[in-house]
């Protein structure tokens, strides 16, 4: 069949219509992509954050034991001891059983 210029003309710019969606549709999926790979970027810090702060934490906390329980050996005032570390008497006795 016979396609007249006018017609030619309409196909082209359907193709170029077509093939602007396409780069515009793959740019915005790129860009998707990389929002989704910064992100979890961040969440894998926010975790690796977390990590090192709990085991500062615990770090933390054994210290304080390990200084409680040699201020007890020593005989110190519990009151003391307690006033010192921000223990209860409750947790300052619990660490003197062990």
Same mark, same amino acid.
């Given at each position: 069949?016979?396609?007249?210029?006018?017609?030619?003309?309409?196909?082209?710019?359907?193709?170029?219509?077509?093939?602007?969606?396409? %780069? =515009? !549709?793959?740019?915005? +999926? @790129?860009? &998707? #992509? $990389?929002?989704?790979?910064?992100? /979890?970027?961040?969440?894998? *810090?926010?975790?690796?954050?977390?990590? %090192? =702060? !709990?085991?500062?934490? +615990? @770090?933390? &906390? #054994? $210290?304080?034991?390990?200084?409680? /329980?040699?201020?007890?050996? *020593?005989?110190?005032?519990?009151?003391?001891?307690?006033?010192?570390?921000?223990?209860?008497?409750?947790?300052?006795?619990?660490?003197?059983?062990?």
């Amino acid at each position: 069949p016979i396609i007249s210029a006018y017609e030619y003309e309409l196909l082209d710019r359907f193709e170029e219509r077509a093939k602007a969606a396409y %780069r =515009e !549709k793959m740019a915005q +999926e @790129k860009a &998707e #992509k $990389a929002v989704q790979k910064k992100e /979890q970027a961040i969440q894998e *810090k926010e975790r690796a954050v977390e990590q %090192r =702060e !709990k085991a500062m934490k +615990e @770090k933390m &906390e #054994k $210290a304080t034991k390990d200084i409680v /329980q040699n201020m007890l050996k *020593k005989k110190m005032d519990k009151k003391l001891i307690q006033e010192i570390t921000g223990l209860t008497m409750k947790e300052i006795d619990v660490l003197g059983q062990n």
